[in-house]
């Protein structure tokens, strides 16, 4: 079935298998034309070979999904559905971090660094900034936070990047405050941001999201109390949450020591703290 055609690529790209994810690919576009979907699929060919270490093989097929996509925002806008700047996105992502993996970092971070520019104003742009913190960050200084204070006084700080939907967020509280027992030194503030809805996906205003998130640290996050807690979506863009959620270490200098988009295991989480709370 043609609405099947991405998860099948993608299970055969990501298996290796790219001479079937290109036949499933091929069968399911037949002689029509390409759609944003198909390039979607075929997007995936780069994430596999970017996921198996096949670097020139990954840059390749992430210059076509780019070029598909780009000739197809001729004609229509790239965020009027989310294939498309989803294709595109995953094209940038690929294309940097395979530059990287085949030891052409500072390229690879200079690419990130135009596609950012070129596209800050879309819905592509945490996605970007995400992959050039990847490549770039750890050893800066760490952005500054909007609506909330990231002050360099000598102790770490563990910043938590949380969204009230998200299932591995409630799933790392425990974990952090667990590690903020063993290492008192350690500060956490948490970010989140507003995405126009609450439980359920029903859509709600500015004010009834804030008491839903107020809500939602209540029941899930009691050990929050007396932690700072902005409110930003500016925060977000800076910091490329596109995954929740992120956490990033700062040192006592306000220098970063990890910067971590997805959730962490236990051990792998305190092993990094105890680098830095000395």
């Not at 990847?134 to 500054?144: E, H, M, N, T, W």
């Not at 902005?230 to 990033?248: I, Q």
Request: net charge positive.
């Amino acid at each position: 079935m043609a609405a099947q055609v991405v998860p099948d690529v993608r299970r055969a790209a990501q298996a290796g298998d790219f001479a079937a994810a290109q036949a499933r690919l091929q069968q399911a576009r037949g002689f029509g034309p390409w759609t944003a979907e198909l390039i979607l699929a075929h997007s995936w060919l780069g994430r596999g070979a970017q996921a198996n270490k096949k670097w020139e093989q990954a840059l390749t097929y992430a210059a076509e999904t780019r070029r598909m996509a780009l000739e197809m925002i001729r004609t229509r806008a790239l965020d009027a559905e989310p294939n498309l700047p989803l294709a595109l996105s995953a094209s940038i992502e690929v294309q940097g971090q395979a530059l990287a993996g085949s030891g052409r970092r500072s390229e690879g971070v200079s690419f990130l660094k135009d596609e950012l520019a070129r596209w800050k104003e879309s819905s592509m742009r945490m996605r970007i900034q995400k992959n050039l913190h990847l490549l770039s960050l750890v050893g800066q200084k760490a952005p500054r936070l909007e609506n909330g204070s990231l002050e360099a006084n000598g102790k770490p700080v563990l910043l938590f990047l949380w969204a009230h939907w998200c299932v591995d967020c409630k799933a790392q509280g425990p974990i952090i405050e667990e590690i903020r027992k063993e290492f008192p030194s350690l500060q956490v503030v948490a970010p989140t941001q507003r995405y126009g809805y609450v439980a359920g996906g029903e859509e709600a205003p500015k004010d009834v999201e804030t008491r839903y998130i107020a809500a939602v640290k209540k029941e899930y996050y009691p050990w929050l109390n007396g932690v700072s807690i902005p409110v930003s979506e500016e925060n977000f863009r800076v910091y490329g949450v596109s995954s929740t959620p992120t956490l990033v270490l700062v040192d006592g200098k306000g220098i970063v020591r990890m910067y971590h988009p997805g959730a962490m295991i236990a051990g792998e989480l305190r092993l990094a703290v105890a680098a830095v709370a000395k």
